[in-house]
């Protein structure tokens, strides 16, 4: 197992650290016949692994020739009840603060030094709501690890140089469909979330297709467990949720999809009958070394 000193020396520490103020994440789409290697070594200059974490997709690592193990496609299930979008973005950057402008300021730097290779293919400002909830007013991540057991969950260890301290993140934007939760009662509510708005209480007699019992994560074989770092977004009269879930590998959050999908047993997950997502992408979090962004594994 990791020790403790040496996971924060080779992490993009942010990974860990509690979800900031305010936040935005850029995804980047590889443009055709450019030289990303030359981009990547222009933005692994702003990457410090706290206030900008970098994810790479999987065209950018085919593009460079190499391989990742445990890095691919979004999955698609074929007994899927319900659509789950699919995107092969190039690149993921979460820039995370304190003030909304120096996010703003610091976007426009990184997409002038991706320019070259990359077309920014969107830009999501999101935020933390109360303390830590999503805009429905729900808690997120109650049953997230803590401590060595979020180390664990979340980092890449035992691997060479290059890979340890890595980690694999899954992301997806979800759109809240306002008039149909506010159509539902409370109670309504409460068993779509397996859990009381009012205490955050789990609730012991919901219904299987609450969101709650289709990803305990002590409930799957092996245990599926992640680090959520989910966030509320919102552009114009549209918001919802920036969901965030980095892994040792990508397993454990494709067990849950597919639970939550129907793609399992047919029983769909509560948070569908007034969210869905509107993207579906994975990418690799390198780790950090000395101090920099390690990109060893696609450039040496």
């Known amino acids: 197992m990791m020790a403790q000193n040496d996971s924060i020396e080779t992490i993009q520490q942010g990974i860990l650290d509690p979800i900031p103020a305010h936040a935005k994440f850029l995804v980047f789409n590889l443009k055709a016949g450019?030289?990303?290697?030359?981009?990547?070594a222009k933005l692994a200059l702003?990457?410090?692994?706290?206030?900008?974490?970098?994810?790479?997709?999987?065209?950018?690592?085919?593009?460079?020739?190499?391989?990742?193990?445990?890095?691919?496609?979004?999955?698609?299930?074929?007994?899927?009840?319900?659509?789950?979008p699919v995107n092969r973005a190039g690149l993921w950057c979460w820039l995370r603060g304190s003030e909304r402008g120096t996010l703003v300021l610091?976007?426009?730097?990184?997409?002038?030094?991706?320019?070259?290779?990359?077309?920014?293919?969107?830009?999501?400002?999101?935020?933390?709501?109360?303390?830590?909830?999503?805009?429905?007013?729900?808690?997120?991540?109650?049953?997230?690890?803590?401590?060595?057991?979020?180390?664990?969950?979340?980092?890449?260890?035992n691997q060479p140089p290059g890979l340890d301290g890595g980690s694999f993140v899954a992301v997806q934007q979800w759109l809240h469909h306002w008039d149909a939760l506010n159509a539902m009662s409370s109670g309504q509510k409460d068993n779509a979330i397996g859990r009381r708005l009012s205490d955050n209480q789990e609730l012991d007699d919901a219904p299987a297709s609450a969101?709650?019992?289709?990803?305990?994560?002590?409930?799957?074989?092996?245990?599926?467990?992640?680090?959520?770092r989910s966030m509320p977004w919102s552009e114009g009269e549209k918001s919802g949720f920036y969901f965030v879930a980095f892994g040792h590998s990508l397993d454990a959050f494709e067990a849950q999809l597919k639970r939550?999908?129907?793609?399992?047993?047919?029983?769909?997950d509560g948070l569908f009958q007034f969210s869905q997502p509107q993207t579906g992408s994975y990418f690799w979090c390198p780790p950090m070394r000395d101090g920099k962004i390690d990109l060893s594994i696609l450039t040496d």
């Open 211 to 228: 969101h709650v019992k289709r990803t305990a994560q002590e409930s799957f074989e092996p245990e599926a467990f992640v680090l959520r």
């Open 46 to 84: 702003m990457v410090d692994g706290q206030k900008l974490i970098l994810g790479v997709g999987i065209t950018t690592v085919v593009a460079l020739n190499r391989q990742i193990a445990g890095l691919r496609d979004f999955p698609v299930f074929a007994d899927a009840r319900v659509s789950l």
């Open 106 to 157: 610091q976007s426009q730097r990184v997409v002038s030094a991706l320019s070259d290779a990359y077309e920014l293919a969107s830009s999501t400002d999101a935020f933390k709501f109360d303390t830590g909830r999503d805009l429905t007013g729900y808690e997120d991540g109650t049953e997230n690890p803590h401590d060595q057991a979020a180390r664990d969950a979340a980092i890449v260890q």
């Open 260 to 268: 939550m999908s129907g793609a399992e047993d047919g029983i769909v």
């Open 34 to 40: 450019c030289d990303c290697g030359r981009a990547l």
